[in-house]
């Protein structure tokens, strides 16, 4: 359903107040926009939950306009009449009960021409006059309250090697915290365990020993190994758990210098054919013939290039000059 919405007004646009007349045209707002409060400036018609078409509120279906909402012809809060008159609260009506929450902090507002932004749902003109933007904090610079939404913005770290004080010590402003060199002055941190890094908070003078990344190489009372959660693991231990790939297809087996080797059983030495596992499950493997002409090597006391034909590696080129005997 359509619905018109009251708009023509008489406007009284004295000379010292033409600027507020700007978007009052011959007595009539522009389309889409109607007399605010104020009296002196146009603002967008609302129409919540239906769509404007020129000044008119289109509602959809049967649903009739309640001020500025379209609800069903059987909505209890038709005539309710859900608003407060605070710019600072969103107004809303839900099965006949109404309720006025807060809008966000910062949120524009204003007390007739002066301007202001909403605090704990009230309208504030001076909204930093109550924000204290101190951290406390001897190496930042403090940041300042933005009087457009009561946030303090622009908080920053101090200069590096600016004094500060640590406690009953002096101190020095490192990446906006103050810390005491002399803290860890002749600190042992070291545990022991090749699996951490060992350091000393020069903020705090504790120690600290968090763990290295995983699969670090480590070595422990001579055996190689990796950390594992801040352990150091031989590289073999439990080794029939950590290098079984599950694959029939392969050996597995541990070098205690290197690690886990997975050896292919399918590989037939040959240059000239694709070794591939059709079933990890039962090991079965397939050695496929490459197309002839596929450059292939044969290794031996002498490196030949070659070209597979019919499954063999037939030599065509020596790679390495053959041995000079006297």
């Not at 500025?68 to 009449?81: A, K, Q, S």
């Amino acid at each position: 359903m359509k619905y018109p919405i009251l708009k023509s007004v008489v406007v009284l646009c004295l000379a010292p107040l033409l600027a507020h007349c700007a978007s009052v045209q011959n007595d009539v707002c522009p389309a889409g926009e109607q007399l605010a409060s104020s009296g002196d400036t146009c603002e967008p018609i609302e129409c919540n939950g239906g769509e404007l078409e020129g000044d008119l509120c289109v509602c959809p279906g049967e649903q009739v306009l309640d001020e500025v909402t379209c609800r069903d012809p059987n909505d209890p809060c038709i005539g309710l009449g859900c608003n407060d008159g605070n710019g600072c609260t969103a107004d809303n009506c839900n099965q006949g009960a109404c309720s006025f929450d807060a809008v966000p902090d910062g949120e524009p507002c204003s007390f007739g021409d002066v301007s202001g932004v909403c605090l704990a749902g009230a309208c504030d003109d001076d909204p930093c006059a109550s924000i204290d933007c101190d951290d406390g904090n001897q190496c930042t610079i403090n940041a300042t309250c933005n009087p457009s939404n009561a946030r303090c913005e622009g908080v920053r770290d101090a200069a590096d090697g600016t004094a500060c004080d640590f406690g009953e010590l002096p101190g020095t402003c490192v990446s906006g915290r103050c810390e005491d060199a002399m803290l860890c002055a002749g600190k042992d941190c070291n545990d022991d365990n090749p699996c951490t890094e060992d350091v000393c908070d020069r903020f705090t003078g504790e120690c600290a020993n968090p763990g290295l990344v995983e699969l670090t190489p480590c070595e422990l009372e001579g055996v190689t190994g990796e950390c594992m959660s801040a352990v150091c693991v031989g590289l073999c231990e439990d080794a029939a758990t950590r290098c079984d790939d599950r694959s029939a297809c392969t050996t597995d087996s541990c070098d205690p210098e290197t690690g886990c080797v997975n050896t292919d059983n399918c590989n037939d030495g040959n240059s000239c054919t694709e070794d591939v596992c059709t079933s990890p499950a039962t090991g079965a493997c397939v050695n496929n013939i490459r197309p002839n002409g596929t450059k292939c090597a044969i290794s031996g006391s002498v490196l030949l290039l070659g070209e597979c034909q019919n499954g063999v590696c037939r030599s065509i080129i020596i790679i390495d000059p053959p041995p000079i005997f006297p």
